[in-house]
């Protein structure tokens, strides 16, 4: 149980309702996470813009944006969003075992690329620590051009912010994820 009401479609704020209808037309239904949000148009429009820039505007690929976001996620013990992005995941060609590694074990794991690594260590020590150290930056600069390394930051930056308002309003998962 949400531990303030959703703000089901047609009782959303001002502003909150052209986000709801992008949401639907794209994955089918509007999440609750932004049914938290459609109480301030304000901040459903913003969530709209980051979650638009997060799926279609960064030039790293699916499965590395999924790693960085899913590591913390299970960092978080966010099962909202570990829900969601699991789904994602595997669409990117992320495998379950994979998925399961991605925390501490992954930064060792033979099933992933050094820079696959650099990732996981980058999110994991951000989300512990707001900084990751100077090692961590470093193999992601190794395994990353400049502009993915910051898209990279994004992604991490971005689950932490999510996970802090579901986590925060008890969100749940709308279906089980397929």
Do not use: W
Not at 109 to 127: D, P, Q
């Amino acid at each position: 149980m949400p531990k303030i009401p959703y703000a089901e479609k047609g009782s959303e704020a001002t502003g909150a309702t052209p986000v709801y209808a992008q949401l639907e037309a794209e994955f089918g239904f509007v999440p609750n996470l932004l049914k938290v949000l459609g109480h301030s148009g304000p901040a459903t429009q913003a969530m709209g813009a980051v979650l638009d820039n997060l799926f279609h505007h960064l030039s790293i690929a699916p499965r590395i944006r999924e790693m960085a976001y899913l590591s913390v996620a299970q960092y978080n013990q966010c099962t909202y969003c570990v829900g969601h992005h699991s789904f994602f995941a595997k669409q990117a060609g992320i495998t379950d075992e994979e998925i399961s590694l991605l925390r501490e074990a992954g930064i060792t794991s033979a099933l992933f690329s050094e820079g696959e690594k650099a990732v996981i260590r980058f999110a994991l020590e951000t989300t512990k620590n707001v900084a990751a150290s100077d090692e961590a930056q470093a193999e992601l600069r190794k395994a990353f051009p400049l502009n993915q390394v910051v898209e990279i930051a994004f992604v991490v930056a971005t689950a932490n912010f999510i996970q802090r308002i579901g986590k925060n309003f008890g969100v749940e998962l709308e279906h089980p994820p397929t």
